[in-house]
């Protein structure tokens, strides 16, 4: 079993900047990609972010060029930094771990709430 643990949410205001954390640990999880997802309330879960186990990157198109997914240097840590943030960016932010093969995250942290307001 692969376990996820975020941090770094919180309040901050629109423009403003903040970077989240994923501590991954368990088997196998080195092989797996690791994806950055966030839930407004009453809305479905959606996809934000992810890196692979190779380090290849994609974005939502509603995030491209403001935020950045990456790997610690120990690859036990995926980071999700988050500039230039929105009122609508406001959500809990999952990161989930993807099998290979698989399309969907098999594992998923406990999120940690964003909220962008002024």
């Known amino acids: 079993q692969v376990q996820l643990v975020e941090s770094g949410g919180g309040l901050v205001q629109p423009g403003g900047s903040l970077r989240l954390s994923c501590a991954a640990s368990?088997?196998?999880?080195?092989?797996?990609?690791m994806g950055w997802y966030r839930q407004a309330p009453g809305k479905q879960r959606e996809w934000v972010a992810v890196i692979t186990s190779d380090d290849s990157t994609n974005y939502a198109d509603s995030v491209k060029g403001r935020f950045t997914i990456s790997r610690g240097s120990a690859k036990d840590t995926v980071y999700l930094q988050m500039n230039s943030l929105k009122p609508e960016d406001t959500a809990v932010y999952y990161c989930?771990?993807?099998?290979?093969?698989?399309?969907?995250?098999?594992?998923w942290g406990q999120g940690t709430q964003v909220t962008v307001s002024s």
């Open positions: 368990g088997s196998l999880f080195r092989l797996y990609a």
């Open positions: 989930g771990a993807v099998p290979p093969g698989d399309a969907r995250p098999r594992y």
